[in-house]
């Protein structure tokens, strides 16, 4: 296949995985995207900025290289959160789709300042342990570069906390939203859908314990995300 | 009927109660799966595993027989769940078809460990008591025979509290989900969805009360559930 | 019109406005129903029991007399709730539709068995006091006639507490649901739905007051409730 | 463009607004109304008051002058909310399109009497600032001139707080609901989606947290809001 096939077929599945973001209800009006790396070629796709999802095609997705500068003439701006992807893809090499959204539930435990605890399987069947939530920007960092800080603040999250991306796919960025990445830009934006709904769980599990709540038991996080990741995964079809 | 159609009918009926599942919204992605047996013909049929609910027809519905071995030569794999129905089938002899989501609000009780009041008259219609939480497995029975113990814990905790499974229809697996059951695939999914309402109006209910809630007054319940059920109920159409 | 046109007519009407009941999101399953009285002519309309909403049509709908009995032959069994009904058309003589409903916030009120207060002016719009929850049937009224005394415990709640149920078009039956009724069965249909939207916001507003909260100025009630209606209301069309 | 064609384009535009309110989920039976102004031509156009959005059309839309006074001779009531518009569009010269609504989430927090701190950078994005949250009217204020006082207040609360409307697009009226607004009539129901869509992350945040709140950092709050608004802007297209 040739560079512009591949980059055609990109932005198919590029717009394809951003229409799905209002059908999962993650995003309200026009908030939020997707973004998809093929770093043979050095090109990222990404949601064009602002543009509604009732009108949206493939045609209107932003080609970038690795840094993020656009590279066809008559582009549209991208998602302003493209230099927090740019960080993403670099620093995290086996992820190549990244979701970025303001989903009502994972807004509002990022807001909270919170990680998301694992208190059912429903997480350990996707998440090998909390979902983290960074810690705040500092006022310099959200001067200098804002978008590409928040990413920055993501890959130290996971650094200093020892968190293996590939096994904790996706993050909340303190007062701000969610980031989830996977293996496709689908994945991510299916992904962005088990932390909204694992985020509500946790809440409402939260709220009927009336107090802190414990974590399952280890032997039940390996159980369930090892039957669904990994070389003895036993679910889904070969 | 031949047991190639009978076998047929069961798939297009499981394929129906499958699909029933996104429209109830008892499930997210491709979680959730309801499976049919005939014990006559030694047959179950059952949701393939990991498989989108958009396109599902019956012929993905996995066969097997009464202990889960799969039957057909070019099957799909069953959904990962199945030795916990292959469990319950056997044990409680009186269901037909079984419901297993992750239902939010399901899972939101099953993961604060409690079981589910019976705080109001929709719940009276349709469990005669509390919809009970079972334990948590042991680290070895996860290890063991996951699911399979899985079904084993359910079958004990009706045993031990001596809760009838056709009284009460359904059940919270400690920090997992729901199972629900009854004499067809779409009752079980019925059940299903009841168990969500159920659960939302419980918590709610908790909510405005602000303190341990106290359940009905015995006489609702046994007005509204033999109201609806036995050999004296007077609901719906003979 | 002749009677048999007016019925059939009723018909229609009764039929339209149960299948706004799952269109407003009140109902689950087959729960909820709604009726209509024609004092002239002698007759009730009401949905059939356990019908599903996907197929019913007009000419499901039950036809009985004032006291509930059955007229037309080949009738489906009436809702079980008709009983109830019975008692209200009787003695609340302005109403001609009432709309029963097991939604979710209505019956975590019920359960609550709380009176919903006035918190705002959506629910003084329609209401002119707080939404008021009944008490518990006793265990003889219960056994000895459930869904008519259902319909007096309501008589009562009205006479003691002075209420118009005019002024009032709805009550809590505690542990159970929600009535609500206006001068056409479409009309109780819309105050049933405004009954579970005030629900909702009183309940999120208690949430937010963290504590008891006070009820709005007599003066925004005075207000709200006479723009909309009595002679000097000014909301609507002429 | 004849003035004629001004008018029918301002109706066609706010028929459209309007519609978007139930789509948005922001309204409940007839509740909400949008309006628009064209202070050049000195017209208002608005919802006609209580007229199902289902048949609504751009012909049943109001025709006003500045200070209210319907236009044209066949029309329709207008809106009952349209004196609250009347001041608002004389004391903020800058709007041209202003929705009200009932929205369940907005009214909690009215209902509540709170402002909605900013808790995230959803919220930041779009206000800058707390979403205020006016007094009650006083008895004489309700009695003598209800709708055009409850204006008058809004603005009262932002001239008092020295608070610039263009810089935060919408209030909570006391007991009541939201009043958003901006450069068109669609984007004053976009604001009033925003405001839905903040005050339930902020509820939920709040219930995480189970404490009063902190507001984030004045720097997110200020690289939030300026990264959308003002010269310096760069999300979305030129």
Chains 1, 2, 3, 4 share one sequence.
């Not at 560079?3 to 995003?27: F, H």
């Not at 908030?31 to 602002?50: C, F, L, M, Q, Y």
């Not at 435990?109 to 960074?134: E, K, L, M, S």
């Not at 096994?167 to 299916?190: D, I, Q």
Request: a negative charge.
């Amino acid at each position: 296949m040739s560079k512009e096939e591949m980059i055609r077929e990109m932005k198919k599945r590029v717009c394809a995985a951003n229409l799905k973001l209002p059908e999962y209800g993650l995003v309200t009006l026009t908030w939020g995207n997707v973004a998809e790396v093929n770093r043979e070629i050095g090109v990222i796709v990404i949601k064009p900025s602002g543009v509604p999802y009732e009108t949206m095609t493939p045609e209107d997705m932003v080609v970038t290289d690795l840094e993020g500068n656009v590279l066809e003439k008559e582009s549209l701006r991208p998602s302003s959160d493209l230099p927090t992807d740019v960080v993403l893809f670099r620093e995290f090499p086996e992820i190549i789709g990244i979701t970025h959204t303001h989903s009502v539930q994972g807004v509002a435990w990022a807001q909270a300042g919170r990680d998301v605890p694992v208190y059912g399987t429903t997480h350990a069947d996707n998440f090998y342990g909390c979902i983290p939530c960074t810690r705040d920007l500092t006022q310099e960092e959200v001067e200098e570069a804002y978008e590409e800080n928040t990413g920055k603040v993501i890959v130290e999250t996971f650094r200093d906390r020892k968190i293996d991306p590939i096994a904790v796919p996706g993050v909340l960025v303190r007062n701000h939203g969610t980031f989830s990445w996977g293996n496709s830009a689908m994945k991510s934006v299916e992904v962005g859908k088990v932390i909204e709904t694992v985020c509500e769980m946790a809440e409402r599990t939260e709220n009927l314990r009336r107090q802190a709540g414990e974590p399952i038991p280890q032997h039940y996080l390996d159980k369930h995300y090892y039957r669904k990741h990994g070389k003895n995964a036993y679910y889904g079809q070969k």
